[in-house]
């Protein structure tokens, strides 16, 4: 159980074009969807928090013009890059946590596989 | 604040060695957790262990096992009789509980274990 997908796994994309990723959770519901940034032999820093129905919270210094996420349903968030530059290149991971049931929360966040964006 | 700390950039180590992994973390909230994460060269970040800060029982795990001690704010992973698929970065994070929901994850900067044959 507790299985989150993430498509596509690799994208090669030229400099002034959208990417966007999508982020699964495949056997659980997940009212909150984490997007998260890492780049070669550092740790993972958390872009922006998603939770279904709303709107996103963005950690500071991300730019939520550039980095759109909608996450529509209980099973799905996707994280839009919009006009890709070669900075954006990264890995890109999203997380998932299984929402309420009598209180409780699984306390545990499952990542998906991650995303490696490359712009040219 | 919180904060997660993992001073050791880099271990190598032979294989059927042990290693042990530190982990230091702040926090003012006297409700959190705390999670080890293993991301082997394919990036996937796999989960290991969760523990909640009113459990300061040691837990074993096969060859894993973890030390957690609220005295010293530590969290550290021991990995006994080390293989060459343990070669991987070890994170080590803290959440801490956010009403019903967990919260984000704090993260350290990891740890890379190299485990040679």
Known sequence: GAVVSQHPSR?????GTSVKIECRSLDFQATTMF?????????????????????ATYEQGVEKDKFLINHAS????????TSAHPEDSSFYICSAESGLAGGESTDTQYFGPGTRLTVL | AQ?????????????????????????RDTTYYL???KQPPSGELVFLIRRN????QNEISGR??????????SFNFTITASQVVDSAVYFCALSEERGS?????????????????
């Open chain 1, 35 to 55: 997007w998260y940034r890492q780049f070669p032999k550092q740790s993972l820093m958390l872009m922006a928090t998603s939770n279904e129905g709303s709107k």
């Open chain 1, 74 to 81: 209980l099973t799905l968030s996707t994280l839009t890059v």
């Open chain 2, 101 to 117: 929901t967990l919260g984000r994850l704090y993260f350290g900067r990891g740890t890379q274990l190299t485990v040679w044959p």
């Open chain 1, 11 to 15: 994208v090669i994309c030229k400099s």
């Open chain 2, 3 to 27: 904060k997660v700390t993992q001073a050791q950039t880099e271990i190598s180590v032979v294989e059927k060695e042990d290693v042990t992994l530190d982990c230091v973390y702040e926090t």
């Open chain 2, 53 to 56: 800060s009113f459990d300061e």
């Open chain 2, 64 to 73: 894993y096992s973890w030390n957690f001690q609220k005295s010293t704010s």
């Open chain 2, 35 to 37: 999670f080890w994460y």
